[in-house]
């Protein structure tokens, strides 16, 4: 049933994209207006479509009399023109549907343009990480998406130390995003504090990149490895520019320029990540479960998929002083104990944990079928006190 249902979508993907591209052979304008057209439109109409036909075709320089909101002959003349130039057949001048598909056409056309001219305009700034920059193997390299996150999250643990780490942070996550935001909130800020905290996201960005290059992977992870590379190397370069805001070197105004372009930045990786993610899952029950995700049944979430759905109510949570983590007990719907390591909490590309810490607020999301033990701090060793699924991506309702 699952072939039959991916043969059925990509068939329709592919039908569509051809559909879309084989039929548009007009240059489309920057600006062009955008109209909904859910009626057929010929002489003697009136209404807001026929004014918005007008303005289209005016813009497409076909129509060169008042925009009035009436179909008169001059609409119809340079219907008829735009039919002709763009073989659409019968050209009589009539607005009705092979007009309207062509039309609907052109505007996707143009949102994809617009698309493609963004994602060009970021790769223009964004680090460019080379292939020969990072270690290829595809006999030994990690190919699968949940080894590769638990080898750079729980087996490659940045040094840090967990006793200044508790001391300045505290029960707040460990989200550069999060410490700048309530520093740009707060005009009493304590300075010494925060540069201090940016001290350990510096330490930790250094480290977290030496650890990602040094990652042996298989040709098929290349784009998910290199935007987590790209994006530790803007965290990094983000720090540097938040101390100088902090140091008076950098204006308010200036770091809030800057600050917003890194979160566009991040943003379009955060759409490559989740698209590299999905390219790479095992199968196709895992991008079921992931744009599913209540929808489906409980049974249905079997060990074979490498994403597990959650949701429900955090319960209580408990911090793994020795392996930098923490376990999030999640309660129904899904009951479910989450492991979330200090890299998680540091990384742009997840979503930003601002208030997922505290009880009663409302998780929803994904983990990987890979349990962490949590290990506490004694007076001789780690010991683990639990374990908990190792988590992939949430979302929160931020409030209790």
């Not at 051809?18 to 039929?23: A, G, H, I, P, V």
């Not at 219907?79 to 092979?98: R, S």
């Not at 940045?158 to 989200?175: A, W």
């Not at 104990?337 to 990384?347: C, H, I």
């Amino acid at each position: 049933m699952l072939n039959n249902f991916k043969k059925i979508l990509i068939t329709v993907i592919i039908v569509s994209i051809l559909f879309s591209f084989l039929n548009v052979n007009l240059t489309i304008s920057e600006e062009m207006v955008k109209c909904q057209f859910k009626r057929h439109l010929f002489p003697g109409l009136k209404g807001d479509d026929v004014k918005c036909l007008q303005t289209f075709l005016k813009q497409s320089g076909y129509f060169s009399g008042p925009v009035t909101g009436y179909y008169d002959d001059l609409t119809k003349e340079a219907v008829i023109e735009w039919q002709k130039t763009n073989n659409i057949f019968p050209a009589h001048g009539y607005f009705t549907l092979a007009s309207r598909k062509f039309y609907l056409n052109l505007i996707n056309k143009q949102q994809l343009t617009n698309q493609i001219k963004q994602q060009e305009q970021y790769r223009l700034v964004l680090p460019e990480i080379k292939d020969d920059e990072i270690i290829i193997d595809n006999d030994d390299g990690f190919n699968q998406i949940d080894l590769y996150f638990k080898h750079i999250f729980i087996d490659n643990i940045p040094k840090i130390d967990y006793n200044e780490l508790e001391r300045l942070f505290k029960t707040e996550p460990f989200s550069l995003e999060f410490l700048i935001d309530k520093t740009l909130n707060n005009e009493n800020f304590d300075k010494q504090l925060i540069k201090q905290k940016t001290e350990l996201f510096e330490n930790f960005y250094k480290q977290r990149l030496s650890i990602l290059k040094k990652v042996s992977i298989s040709k098929n992870l290349i784009d998910l490895h290199k935007t987590f590379i790209v994006s530790d190397i803007l965290s990094q370069e983000l720090v540097t520019k938040f101390n100088d805001y902090l140091d008076g070197k950098v204006s308010k105004e200036d770091f809030d320029k800057y600050y917003k372009e890194y979160k566009e930045k991040i943003n379009f990786l955060k759409t490559s990540f989740n698209l590299a993610s999905v390219k790479y899952s095992n199968n196709t029950k895992d991008l079921l479960s992931l744009l599913m995700g209540f929808l489906i049944k409980p049974a249905f979430a079997q060990t074979s998929l490498v994403f597990k759905p959650f949701g429900g109510r955090i319960l209580f949570t408990l911090i793994c002083s020795c392996n930098l983590g923490r376990l999030i007990y999640v309660g129904p719907p899904r009951l479910i104990t989450l492991f979330v390591p200090l890299g998680f909490e540091a990384s742009p590309l997840v979503y930003l944990w601002k208030n997922t810490y505290t009880p009663g607020v409302w998780l929803l999301g994904l983990t990987f079928h890979i349990p962490v033990s949590c290990l506490i701090i004694t007076s001789s060793a780690c010991a683990p006190v639990g374990s908990g699924s190792l988590i992939y991506m949430t979302g929160t309702s931020l409030i209790p």
